[in-house]
């Protein structure tokens, strides 16, 4: 059973509303394996992105670069790791292609 609170009166959220604490909890990564602290998914997962797009709404170029950026530090990261390396393919498309897919999809 997921635990519920109520929002502040100047968050997003109705007044009075109750929000599932999930919903209100940012997926991020956590370094150095590149999961999300909340879901554990590969990050960004897909509650992640959401956001992103979100938040990156009016400037579609921004995200780019900031996605560009997090997959050279995930990169160096992740080669750090005694796990077998990720593929740069693969990585690619984790942190950039959804994004360009995304908006090619428009």
């Known amino acids: 059973m997921s635990r519920a609170r109520r929002p502040r009166a100047d968050g997003p959220f109705p ?3 109750v929000v599932a ?9 956590a370094r ?3 999961r ?5 998914a ?4 897909a509650p992640s992105r959401l956001g992103l797009l979100h938040e990156y709404a009016d400037d579609p170029v921004g995200l780019s670069v900031y996605l560009c950026v997090l997959l ?10 005694a796990e077998p390396a990720a593929d740069p393919a693969d990585l690619f498309h984790r942190f950039v292609g959804w994004h360009r897919t995304h908006r ?3």
């Open 15 to 17: 007044a009075g509303a």
């Open 21 to 29: 604490v999930a919903v209100l909890r940012r997926h991020v990564a």
């Open 32 to 34: 150095p394996t590149w």
């Open 36 to 40: 999300c602290r909340v879901c554990a």
């Open 42 to 45: 590969p990050w960004p997962c």
């Open 72 to 81: 050279h530090e995930a990169a160096a990261d992740l080669l750090g790791l």
């Open 104 to 106: 090619a999809g428009r």
